[in-house]
């Protein structure tokens, strides 16, 4: 059985400031995990995967992700968030999404 | 050119109708999805087919029955329309079945059941 958890429901930063989503997993075996955005009123739209190599995956639009075995954990990250980021966010491992996490970037 | 594409994108009906959602794919692969959108924004698989075969069906009422022609269609037909199916329903396609492939979303269909 998968699983994955997004522990923060909303998450608000300062423009210019670093942004960090969090997403930790339960799965048996190597994970393949994903960063879904998803902007008001759109559809869904693939950010970065990890399916095995380096541990730190650079994605769209600036995002980065990190693969920590040891913590079970895949957070998204930005060195510098900007207004347009504000969106709400999914992990997902394999075909099981998170809950979602709504990201609000304040001028 | 749309990648996954969705018909109709909002659709309004009765409680007890019938309703059809067609999605298309022109990405030429071989396993499309359907999932479901709440009104909280949870995602959840609802089935998922490969190569025109059945191969996830995710708890998801009788009322619902998937349909594909061939690889590039898979179309979501819905009996007896109830308030709980309000929800918007996203189409998604991959290159193969299995976890390490990535996803593309069709743009979404809201449905509300009146």
């Known amino acids: 059985a998968q699983s994955v958890a997004q522990p923060e429901d909303q998450v608000n930063v300062a423009e210019g400031n670093p942004l960090t989503v969090k997403c930790t997993y339960s799965?048996?075996?190597?994970?393949?995990l994903f960063w879904y955005v998803q902007y008001p009123n759109r559809g869904l739209q693939f950010l970065l995967k990890?399916?095995?190599?380096?541990?730190l995956v650079k994605g769209s639009y600036g995002f980065e992700a990190e693969f920590n075995k040891s913590q079970t954990s895949f957070h998204l990250k930005k060195p510098s968030a900007l207004v347009s980021d504000s969106a709400l966010y999914f992990c997902?491992?394999?075909?099981?999404f998170g809950a979602g996490t709504t990201v609000t970037v304040r001028a | 050119d749309t990648a996954v594409s969705q018909t109709p994108k909002y659709l309004v009906t009765q409680m007890g109708n019938d309703k059809s959602i067609k999605c298309e794919q022109n990405l030429g692969h071989d396993t499309m999805y359907w999932y479901k959108q709440d009104s909280k924004k949870f995602l959840k698989i609802m089935f998922s087919y490969n190569n025109k075969e059945l191969i996830i069906n995710e708890t998801v009422p009788n009322r619902f029955s998937p349909k594909s022609p061939d690889k590039a269609h898979l179309n979501l037909h819905i009996n007896s329309l109830e308030l709980g199916d309000s929800a918007v329903y996203f189409c998604a396609s991959s290159l193969l079945f299995g976890g390490e492939e990535t996803q593309y979303f069709g743009p979404g269909t809201r449905l509300l059941v009146l």
């Open positions: 990890y399916i095995t190599g380096d541990n």
């Open positions: 799965v048996s075996g190597n994970p393949y």
């Open positions: 997902a491992v394999e075909l099981s």
